[in-house]
């Protein structure tokens, strides 16, 4: 592995808070995971608070970054189907949501989460009016599959869930109200 930077420490932070919750987002676990000594560590960070920090900040920068990249599908229907397939398949950001939202008591992380939170919430259901729905029903449909999501990841976290339920995709669409493939 070459130079490590501020930003592949944040991401195997969030790596380790997906595995272990925020416990786990310490200094010595996350420079083994990097196989760097900890003392690499304090060239980035002046303390622990600092990565955690780092990693929630590079939690919510994945979220602009979907968003982003979502936007190239013009078809509101196709782009909730492809927030779904990648949202079902990546157990990481799940198991990450799931973890923070159990820490939202401390008020960094809380305050992060809240506006993570928000910002899917509003993305999903500005998407769901485009393709026809009234605001009412989108936000209502909305809430019902961001929980499902998160349902989700509580229940892969007691391993009840193992797999990534990509076959769920079709019944998520029909819960918020949309065709499927």
């Known amino acids: 592995m070459g130079r490590l930077n501020a930003d592949d420490w944040a991401r195997a932070a969030l790596d380790a ?3 272990g919750g925020l416990a786990a987002v310490a200094v010595e676990p996350v420079a083994v995971r990097l196989g760097v000594s900890k003392g690499s560590f304090y060239w980035h960070f002046a303390n622990r608070q600092a990565l955690v920090e780092a990693a929630l900040w590079r939690w919510e920068a994945e979220t602009e970054e979907i968003i982003a990249g979502l936007e190239a599908v013009r078809d509101p229907v196709a782009r909730m189907r492809t927030l779904l397939e990648r949202a079902l398949g990546d157990g990481r950001d799940a198991a990450v949501a799931f973890r923070l939202i159990s820490e939202a008591d401390d008020p960094v992380v809380g305050a992060v989460v ?11 259901q500005a998407t769901l009016e485009e393709a026809g729905q009234p605001p009412a029903e989108a936000r ?4 019902a599959g961001y929980g499902g999501y998160l349902g989700l990841a509580a229940l892969a976290r007691v391993g009840v869930v193992t797999e990534p339920p990509l076959d769920l995709v079709d019944p998520l669409m029909a819960e918020l109200g949309l ?3």
Request: hydrophobic share 45%; charged share 40%.
């Open 114 to 124: 809240r506006r993570v939170s928000k910002r899917r919430l509003a993305y999903m």
């Open 179 to 181: 065709p499927p493939a």
């Open 140 to 143: 209502r449909r909305v809430l």
């Open 17 to 19: 808070l997906a595995e």
